[in-house]
């Protein structure tokens, strides 16, 4: 390893280095590894005005093409895509035809989302006999579409109050079953890691949140079904990290499967603008409906301040 004096920095070593701050990476992404991945671009940073009609709105429809969006638009893209598991709001799609759709709305996003913006994807894999990894097939897709992978997380949820049970053979070895207490959450980016045009920007992230929101390992439990009213709601909390990690004060954030509406609450709590899109309109009535809640008992919050 090369090191310079009084903090100037380092420099890949053959099994790499412990030092990160100022680090000279550029021996390893050079490397045969990186061949055949998609690179950085040096586009020049476009971003465009979405008419305020359409700023701040949930729209009932697919989100395969979202008309309402001008290209290079949405600052984030956070979201939870249905699972295709029977429950009432899927589909039975093979899981080829699944993939396909999603590939449709990530082909869709990446259109609307600005160079340098990111797009986080929270997805739990399903079954036992066997396991679909989805993530890794999700992973395929967003790279065969010109993303940039950033990372993945970890959602540690065994904090929440009803884990798993299903054991399989109960101690014995002929038939285990793993519990999942986790999902996975993939963050990619658009062109380029960094963001331009940032320097009138307002960031909302505290330093312990930043420490925090940071690690690869999130935990936190998650949201109970019965209390949101819908059969697979995310916790405020999760896009609520990504916004303030990822955005600005007054940035876009887009959720193409809004559901109960737990992104835009998230963005109207930390000061951005969210478009959601859902297929299904009692979905989107109760996502409205939850939105003015919120709203009120913020104004009321604030009167008594």
Known sequence: MKTNSRGAGTKTSVFGSPGRINHDATLFYTSKLYEGLPKEEKSK???????????????????EKMEELPDNSIHLMVTSPPYNVGKEYDKNFTLEEYLQFLKRVWKEVYRVVVPGGRVCINIANLGRKPYIPLHTFIVRDMLELGFLMRGEIIWNKASSSSPSTAWGSWLSAAN????????????FSKDKFGKDNFDKRKNTISKEEFLEFTKSVWTFPAESARKIGHPAPFPVELPYRFIQLYTFEGDNVLDPFIGSGQTAIAVIKTGRHYIGYDIDKEYVKLAEKRIKEYLLQKSQFSITL
């Open 176 to 187: 285990p079953t793993l519990r999942d207490v986790h999902e996975y959450i993939l963050v």
């Open 45 to 63: 940073y476009i971003e465009n005005t979405i008419t305020l009609e359409f700023l701040d709105r949930i729209f009932c429809k697919t989100s």
